[in-house]
């Protein structure tokens, strides 16, 4: 898991979530309805996806700001039933992701 400072605009208050890396998937972040309305997240679209088991839906987008990699980034987040927020390829896009399983270490720079 790892923790990514969020905020509904540029001058917002940032708050922390914690998210669980999938690299299955390509978007941004998904969180669930709940942890969107918390953040006070705005509606960008709705967009068409395959889901893990191949089926289709129709989601809801939002967008927020997130401190990432010592950067602010502007992030399309995709609305979800799960439990946990997750963080897609699109933020790993330029990250070195280590996995020692060994040890148990997951390491992001």
Same mark, same amino acid.
């Not at 605009?9 to 709940?34: C, E, N, P, Y």
């Not at 997240?41 to 401190?67: F, H």
């Given at each position: 898991?790892?923790?990514?400072?969020?905020?509904?605009?540029?001058?917002?208050?940032?708050?922390?979530?914690?998210?669980?890396?999938?690299?299955?998937?390509?978007?941004?972040?998904?969180?669930?309805?709940?942890?969107?309305?918390?953040?006070?997240?705005? +509606?960008?679209?709705?967009?068409?996806?395959?889901? !893990?088991?191949? %089926?289709?839906?129709? =989601? @809801?987008?939002? $967008?927020?700001?997130?401190?990432?990699?010592?950067?602010?980034?502007?992030?399309?987040?995709?609305?979800? +039933?799960?439990?946990?927020?997750?963080?897609?390829? !699109?933020?790993? %896009?330029?990250?070195? =992701? @280590?996995?020692? $399983?060994?040890?148990?270490?997951?390491?992001?720079?």
């Amino acid at each position: 898991m790892v923790e990514v400072q969020i905020a509904n605009h540029a001058r917002g208050q940032r708050k922390s979530i914690q998210a669980w890396i999938d690299t299955a998937f390509d978007g941004h972040l998904v969180m669930s309805k709940s942890e969107i309305e918390r953040l006070g997240l705005g +509606v960008l679209a709705d967009t068409d996806a395959v889901l !893990a088991d191949g %089926s289709k839906a129709r =989601l @809801r987008c939002y $967008y927020c700001i997130a401190e990432w990699m010592e950067q602010i980034v502007p992030v399309q987040v995709v609305e979800n +039933v799960g439990g946990l927020p997750l963080i897609g390829t !699109a933020l790993l %896009s330029n990250v070195d =992701l @280590r996995i020692n $399983y060994r040890d148990r270490v997951c390491t992001l720079s």
